[in-house]
């Protein structure tokens, strides 16, 4: 994925934001190991109780630019520039869906997937954040692994579901995705199960030379 300026930016900006009542400071990037990765995310049980999509404001134009989160990661990941009209409308460009190794011409096939699901990130701890938090977290345009253009398909297949119940169909994508997923977690101090746990382990041992990298916010 791209590196882009406008999400070094955002995250300065996160890290200025809530966790619950005590404000957050900014953390050094680290990176470790998958497997060290993995024993490093606290074990917790998953509750979804009291969950719903609209406590995570999402898509919003954050720098006041004319462009929502959605398109200022459609226009980061670009594999070929778009065309950016009048309101940020985006039209032509190629993308490279990493799910399932896909090229998609054009943005109407695209989905924006929030790399851990919002649902999922609720029952790993968003659930005690503020409002506030839970909109930094849905907007996450800081680190490049939070959100990922991927071919609509993919990301509905997706759905909500963590890694011991859908992994990318794509066999070369997987050390990647698992990647992602962890730094993620770590990234924003998410809890995993006993079942996530005991399958990212298993999923991990073909991913030897794979790093996390990630900063708290």
Same mark, same amino acid.
């Given at each position: 994925?791209?590196? *882009? =300026? @406008?999400?070094?930016? %955002?995250? !300065? +900006?996160?890290? #200025?934001?809530?966790? *619950? =009542? @005590?404000?957050?400071? %900014?953390? !050094? +990037?680290?990176? #470790?190991?998958?497997?060290?990765?993995?024993?490093?995310?606290?074990? !917790? +049980?998953?509750?979804?109780?009291?969950?719903?999509?609209?406590?995570?404001?999402?898509?919003?134009?954050?720098?006041?630019?004319?462009?929502?989160?959605?398109?200022?990661?459609?226009?980061?990941?670009?594999?070929?520039?778009?065309?950016?009209?009048?309101?940020?409308?985006?039209?032509?460009?190629?993308?490279?869906?990493?799910?399932?190794?896909?090229?998609?011409?054009?943005?109407?096939?695209?989905?924006?997937?929030?790399?851990?699901?919002?649902?999922?990130?609720?029952?790993?701890?968003?659930?005690?954040?503020?409002?506030?938090?839970?909109?930094?977290?849905?907007?996450?345009?800081?680190?490049?692994?939070?959100?990922?253009?991927?071919?609509?398909?993919?990301?509905?297949?997706?759905?909500?579901?963590?890694?011991?119940?859908?992994?990318?169909?794509?066999?070369?994508?997987?050390?990647?995705?698992?990647?992602?997923?962890?730094?993620?977690?770590?990234?924003?101090?998410?809890?995993?199960?006993?079942?996530?746990?005991?399958?990212?382990?298993?999923?991990?041992?073909?991913?030897?030379?794979?790093?996390?990298?990630?900063?708290?916010?």
């Amino acid at each position: 994925m791209i590196k *882009t =300026t @406008a999400r070094a930016f %955002a995250a !300065a +900006a996160l890290a #200025l934001l809530p966790l *619950t =009542t @005590a404000t957050t400071t %900014a953390h !050094a +990037a680290e990176t #470790l190991s998958l497997h060290d990765g993995i024993e490093a995310l606290p074990q !917790a +049980a998953e509750s979804r109780d009291g969950y719903e999509r609209t406590k995570f404001k999402h898509w919003i134009d954050e720098d006041k630019d004319g462009c929502n989160t959605r398109a200022e990661v459609l226009l980061a990941e670009a594999a070929t520039a778009p065309t950016v009209g009048a309101g940020c409308k985006i039209t032509g460009g190629t993308w490279r869906s990493y799910y399932d190794d896909t090229t998609v011409q054009g943005p109407s096939g695209l989905d924006i997937d929030h790399m851990v699901p919002l649902a999922e990130a609720w029952d790993s701890g968003a659930s005690q954040w503020t409002a506030a938090r839970r909109q930094a977290y849905a907007n996450d345009l800081g680190a490049e692994r939070s959100l990922v253009a991927v071919t609509a398909k993919s990301n509905r297949s997706k759905a909500d579901q963590d890694p011991a119940q859908w992994m990318p169909p794509a066999a070369d994508a997987q050390c990647t995705y698992l990647s992602d997923w962890v730094s993620t977690k770590l990234r924003w101090s998410l809890t995993i199960d006993r079942t996530e746990r005991d399958t990212l382990r298993q999923l991990a041992a073909g991913c030897e030379s794979t790093d996390v990298e990630f900063e708290r916010v």
